[in-house]
Every structure is written in structure tokens, then in C-alpha cells.
């Protein structure tokens, strides 16, 4: 069983990135976290890497198409010892579109070297160098959605999809609250419909009048302005990992109005608060909600249709505590972290019995 597995006995190690505005108990790191799968780090190439000038690091960036700076190459250049060592083992590089790129030049045949990656394809195009894809032994992929993206570039043998997880022992639902008044969370700023998100809420207020209706966003700071003039929206930043947990437990629905995407965190942890969820039907987020737990709506719906079907759910108590029931069972069957390394186990045996 994938549960007895002995993960020490492949020698995998991760390369190492957190992202920045992901809470502590958020993002994809910490699945590796719970497996304690050590970092790709150490000896005298890491130590050089760790120490290299900003001017050399500068000309490192321009020819590297990912756009996060150090965040991405230092990551790389400290897993070199590790990667470039003919001690078998795997190498697992947890955001490939940031982190794999200069790796081919010296890993070595006897490391297996498998990748993740994040972005919908379109991001793809931008971010990730294809042919740097041939010297991967494997990608690990967020939804199905990128399967077809790959497939251009490598043999469909070497593409697993293993969904992204969340902390469902932290992120729980609270007691049920008697407060009437609709409250609608929403977060993040990568790839949000930011002119839908500010027609709902427009449109909501003006059909039940702001004193029924707060709306919490945790977005960029950039995006502020178009919401400010709206007295029952609250532009929240910096909150801690609890009072974010807070705010989906005490929310009557999660709305993500998304452009595109493959996981989503806001998404996983509205469902472990057993929280129904109204969201754009784009991308990969069918791989993680259905209709029994949300409303997936098109990207071409009604702005005006939107708000009447928030508004006419809202008024149905039972099928909201349904819905939030049905998410957060399925975030603990299918999306937890042990749900999620048990997964990923079995990718690593597969990977390691390749030939």
C-alpha cells in the first residue's frame, strides 16, 4: 500500500520555493513539508551558488524566461550538488516553471529529475523553456487541463496529474452562525476577472441595498481603487493565517471570478472550511469543484444573471450547509495532505522503476 511505502529508501529531494503572499499553512510546499522530504542543498557548489555576485546572477536572469529574479535562480544553483551527484535518487523541482532551467547542463544520468508545474498553458508559452522539457523524466502536473501542453513536448508516459492539496486539519468549518446578512469572500489577484468581481458587487448592493451585504477581499493593493467607493466592501491585507481561516468559516459564499487557472488555493481552503463557493468554470478548477458544491458559471454569463443566482442561493440556508458539507468532505478525501502525498509516493515508484 502507497501508505508503507518507504519514501527514504528513493532519496528524493525537493528543490525548495515558498511564495511569498501564501499563509503559513497554505501553498504547495507543504504537502513536501508533511512528508519531510528534505531540500536539494549543500556542498561547495551550493555554497558558491549561495554567494555568487548580483552582477552575475543579473546575466543569469536575462537569459532565463521565468520572471522571479533570485526567488527562482537560487533555488536552482543551490541544488546543483545534489543533482550533478551520481548518487541515484530523485530530485523533485517543486515549481518547474521557476526553478528548472539550467539544471541540464550538469545533472547527472543517474538522478531522476521530475518537475512541477503550475501555470495554465498560456502561462506556459511565457515561462517555460520547451526544451529544456526533453531532459525531465517526468512532470507533475496541478489539473488535466495541461495534460495537452505537455503532450507537444514529451511522451505521455512521463505526465502524471496529481492534484494540489490543502491543510484540512487547519483550515476546518466552524459552528454554523445566526447572522443574516449575505457575506461574500473573495481572494487573490493572478488571473481574476477584477471588472466581474466589481459588477457583483455593484450589482448585489444595488438590487439588496449595502446594509445586507459585506463583501471580504484579500487582493492586491493595486486593485483597491475600484472598490473603495462601495461602504460594505472590506480591502483586508497582511491578516494572519487564523483571522483567513475566519473569514471563509464565517462567510455565506466564496466568489472566484477567475480569467483561467489550474489549482487554486483560495479555492481548496473555502472548501475545507465548508463553505459553498461560486465560481468561474475555466481551466483545471473542474478537477477540483462540481455542481454539488458550487456554482460554476461561464466566462460569458450575465453579469446581471450572476448576482440573481448569488442572491437567490444566499436565500436558501439548507442547500448553502449542503453544499459546504459536500465540499469539505471532498477536500478531505481527495485533497488532503495525506490524501496528496499518497499520491505523489506512488508517482515516485513509478519514476524510479523506469527504466
Avoid at 487573490?188 to 451585504?213: P, W
Amino acid at each position: 500500500m502507497a501508505q508503507e511505502f518507504d519514501l527514504n529508501s528513493l532519496n528524493v529531494t525537493i528543490v525548495h520555493r515558498r511564495i511569498k503572499h501564501h499563509a503559513k499553512h497554505s501553498g504547495y510546499n507543504t504537502v513536501f513539508e508533511y512528508m519531510k522530504i528534505p531540500h536539494a542543498e549543500g556542498g561547495l557548489r551550493s555554497y558558491i551558488a549561495s554567494h555568487i555576485p548580483a552582477s552575475l546572477r543579473w546575466r543569469l536572469h536575462t537569459l532565463r524566461p521565468q520572471a522571479v529574479g533570485d526567488e527562482g535562480l537560487l533555488p536552482e544553483l543551490k541544488a546543483m550538488s545534489t543533482v550533478a551527484s551520481s548518487s541515484p535518487g530523485i530530485c523533485h523541482f517543486i515549481y518547474g516553471e521557476d526553478t528548472y532551467f539550467y539544471t541540464p547542463l550538469w545533472q547527472h544520468k543517474n538522478k531522476k529529475v521530475i518537475a512541477s508545474y503550475h501555470y495554465p498553458p498560456v502561462r506556459l508559452d511565457e515561462r517555460v523553456n520547451n526544451a529544456v522539457l526533453s531532459r525531465l523524466d517526468a512532470v507533475v502536473l496541478m489539473s488535466n487541463s495541461q495534460k495537452d501542453w505537455f503532450a507537444k513536448y514529451m511522451p505521455e508516459e512521463k505526465i502524471y496529474v496529481v492534484n494540489h492539496h490543502v491543510d484540512t486539519n487547519f483550515f476546518v468549518p466552524a459552528p454554523p452562525t445566526t447572522d443574516t446578512k449575505l457575506k461574500i469572500v473573495s481572494l487573490g489577484g493572478i488571473l481574476r476577472d477584477m471588472n466581474l468581481l466589481h459588477e457583483v458587487v455593484s450589482g448585489i448592493t444595488k438590487m439588496l441595498g449595502k446594509d445586507q451585504v459585506e463583501f471580504n477581499f484579500l487582493i492586491p493593493k493595486s486593485e483597491w481603487p475600484k472598490f473603495k467607493h462601495f461602504d460594505n466592501v472590506n480591502l483586508l491585507s497582511g491578516i494572519s493565517d487564523e483571522q483567513l481561516r475566519d473569514l471563509y468559516q464565517t462567510s455565506t459564499i466564496g466568489f472566484m471570478p477567475l480569467i483561467d487557472c489550474t489549482a487554486n488555493n483560495a479555492v481548496l481552503e473555502m472548501m475545507a472550511c465548508g463553505t459553498a463557493i461560486v465560481c468561474s468554470n475555466v481551466g483545471g478548477i473542474s478537477d477540483y469543484i462540481t455542481s454539488d458544491g458550487a456554482i460554476m458559471f461561464s466566462h460569458d454569463t450575465d453579469p446581471a444573471l450572476l448576482c440573481e443566482q448569488i442572491i437567490q442561493l444566499s436565500k436558501q440556508t439548507e442547500k448553502i450547509k449542503i453544499m459546504g458539507k459536500f465540499n469539505r468532505k471532498r477536500a478531505e478525501k481527495e485533497f488532503s495532505l495525506a490524501a496528496t502525498a499518497n499520491k505523489l509516493k506512488l508517482v515516485y515508484q513509478s519514476i524510479c522503476q523506469q527504466s
